[in-house]
């Protein structure tokens, strides 16, 4: 019997050693990257280049009916019942901490809603747009015509690809199925904003491989290369996003982030771009 017993904990420091050797190698390729000061840098672009505002301020009117018809919604059927729960764990202080909770949940649908039905557009022209003023023009033609002039976002024309599907059912369930991990205190909220910031994370980039005409396989070869830096790029921007009221303006700010590292990565100014890029750029030119 111990050594059933002797064995199976020799089989569970094993799997543990993998797991942090795994995990200390995605922190390690994250930090080098350093992908997760670029949700920050975006605040900064965004805020320093005017003319990247346009496209939300065009969406400001719908966005704000909408946040205000889901936060009001959301407290209406959700507070009460999510309040008896919290009250078994966090006792007096569930009044407040369910509100907290509330509104974290009232951000992500907002955010899910208005990335899917109402901002796709303006999210691929900031996408745009910030490259154009990074001078990665001749990577945007690939996916719209251009017209002359100094202004990034007045030089956008006709998208002739565009990367965003107008509804995403996984994205949504997949959300419904981590939003429990919430109840945990600390740990489920760790591991909901991990799981969230994965899937986020293996997306920022679409429009970035749709320019660069990037076989599915060659997109899925870059992400397993570097799923530590997406990885901590998600995770920063599923915790901007959850931000309660300015999740919109994160979206945006998060687009502009997702395109300097783009043009980063172009102009190979990332540790990322060590030897990977180059060859699935030969690559890309074989396919064509």
């Known amino acids: 019997m111990s050594g059933v017993v002797e ?23 994250a930090a080098k990257s350093g992908s997760y000061l670029y949700p920050i ?15 939300l301020l065009k969406k400001l ?4 009916t ?19 729960l919290m009250t078994f764990v966090n006792g007096p202080l569930a009044v407040l901490t369910t509100a907290v909770l509330v509104l974290n949940e009232s951000s992500a649908v907002i955010s899910f809603l208005s990335r899917n039905f109402v901002m796709q557009d303006a999210l691929l022209d900031t996408f745009d747009g910030t490259l154009i003023s990074r001078d990665a ?3 945007v033609s690939e996916g719209r015509e251009l017209k002359p002039g100094r202004d990034p976002m007045q030089r956008l024309g006709k998208v002739l690809k565009n990367p965003f599907q107008r509804f995403s059912p996984k994205a949504l369930i997949r959300y419904v199925m981590y939003l429990p991990l919430n109840f ?23 429009r970035y491989f749709q320019l660069k005409r990037w076989s599915p396989s060659q997109k899925a070869q870059w992400l397993s290369k570097h799923t530590g830096p997406y990885l901590a790029f998600g995770v920063l921007a599923t915790l901007l996003d959850m931000i309660p009221v300015a999740s919109v303006f994160f979206s945006f700010t998060n687009a502009v982030g997702a395109a300097l590292w783009a043009a ?3 102009n190979k100014e990332t540790e990322m771009t060590d030897g990977t890029a180059p060859g699935l750029r030969e690559a890309a030119k074989k396919a064509e």
Not at 7 to 29: G, H, T
Not at 41 to 51: D, T
Not at 190 to 202: K, N
């Open 7 to 29: 064995s199976v904990q020799a089989k569970a420091q094993e799997v543990a050693k993998e797991d942090y050797d795994r995990a200390k190698a995605l922190i390690n390729d």
């Open 41 to 55: 840098k975006g605040i900064f672009y965004f805020l320093s280049h005017r003319s990247l505002w346009k496209p």
């Open 61 to 64: 009117a719908p966005i704000v």
């Open 66 to 84: 909408l946040s205000v018809g889901v936060v009001t919604g959301m407290f209406f059927f959700t507070y009460v019942p999510q309040l008896a």
């Open 137 to 139: 023009t001749n990577l």
């Open 184 to 206: 945990i205190p600390v740990v489920g909220t760790v591991a909901f904003i991990v799981l969230q910031g994965r899937s986020r994370g293996s997306t920022v980039h679409d």
């Open 264 to 266: 980063d990565i172009e």
